[in-house]
């Protein structure tokens, strides 16, 4: 599945989306942040999860995270936020020249895939439930300081 960035740019997740992940996902987050709520958007053709949070980081009304997770374990977390802040961690092949594992974060506030600008992320190949607590760990402390800017700094897991 490629995902397209926004800036003409696509990288590509393998597999098709795996539900179970999905679900998996979506409990683990939800089970400490109940304020959070989201939905698979097709469970027979599913693309996404995605979570919506009534507040978010600083001036943020609302967040949203948009989760694809595949059958052969690559993933895409998109945070994006009522101000416009955008950023991904992921977990797939890529071609940028850095990091040099398939662990890859692009940072706010637009989440670009230039190469220049994508960094090694914090988060690994870890099962789906310490992903989810690890996003949430990482987001929560993003709100009580009140910037997202270091969002990514944390050692793997958080």
């Known amino acids: 599945m490629a995902f397209d960035s926004g800036d003409g740019e696509t990288h590509g997740l393998r597999g098709a989306i795996d539900v179970s992940k999905l679900d998996a996902f979506r409990e683990a987050f939800i089970t400490i942040e109940p304020m959070a709520s989201g939905a698979i958007d097709d469970r027979l053709d599913p ?4 979570l919506t949070i009534p507040y978010g980081v600083g001036d ?5 995270f948009t989760v694809r997770w595949t059958t052969v374990g690559d993933y895409n977390i998109h945070y994006s936020d009522a101000s416009d802040r955008d950023l991904r961690w992921d977990l797939h092949p890529h071609g940028f020249s850095a990091p040099p594992d398939d662990r890859h974060f692009h940072p706010p506030p637009d ?3 230039t190469d220049s600008q994508v960094e ?3 988060l690994g190949e ?3 439930g310490v992903v ?3 996003v949430n760990f990482l987001w929560r402390r993003a709100l009580d300081v009140g910037t997202v800017t270091d969002i990514n700094v944390a050692t793997d897991p958080p």
């Not at 693309?47 to 995605?50: C, G, S």
């Open 111 to 113: 989440a670009k895939s």
């Open 47 to 50: 693309r996404d999860l995605r």
């Open 60 to 64: 943020a009304e609302t967040t949203v």
């Open 132 to 134: 989810a607590r690890a």
């Open 120 to 122: 090694p992320s914090c």
């Open 126 to 128: 870890l099962p789906v």
